[in-house]
């Protein structure tokens, strides 16, 4: 990416003729994510016209020592599903941070960093500081049998006491658990009630309680 001068304008060289996802992010006005084609022939000027936007602040400490976390990948689903933030968030010394450039409204907030369970919140913008504990969570050990892995693979769903896919990281918020081997392991999800639902029909759905620190097994068929 090259400036050419004062007014905003720039220039992306040498891309590949393709259809590209664009992303603009700046401090204080909305994320701007949209479409753009790439030609041989060279494109026409894009005009991108930020408006202001909200930030949701947030302070993520470790749960159980208390100590400051210092950073974490976050995910923003607006009212309709919709992604308007994936991405690393930096905190400071304190677990400060800011998911940026948020239009008002109500969003879900997942969070999660490096040996911790994911943590999943509703939250408006604009909003004060949110805090935010995390902590290791348990491990969910799953146990399949020739039945379960009969077409070498099975798909599973983990959804929640409240029937919604369980948030296992900010890049899968739907619960999805796919089994390759006889002996296949979960870790950091968050303590609580689940329910492990096939989705390929190839046993029950099994109830799964995780602790944390501690480690569940499921025997499958």
Known sequence: MSA???????ALEDLEPRGYTMTVRKSGVELDQRGVQVSETGSEDLVIELRRGEGIGVQVRDGLFGVPVRGVMARALDAQGVSLF???VSLDSEGRG??????PGRYTLTLDAGGYAATRLVVTAPAPLVLVTMTPGGSLEIRAGAQTLAGGRAEFKLLAADGMPAALSSFNIEGRVVITSAQWRVSNVAPGRYTLVSQTGTSQPRDVVITEGGATVIELP
Do not use: V
């Open 86 to 88: 994936n991405g690393s």
């Open 4 to 10: 050419s001068d004062t007014t905003g304008r720039f």
């Open 98 to 103: 800011e998911i940026p450039s948020l239009r």
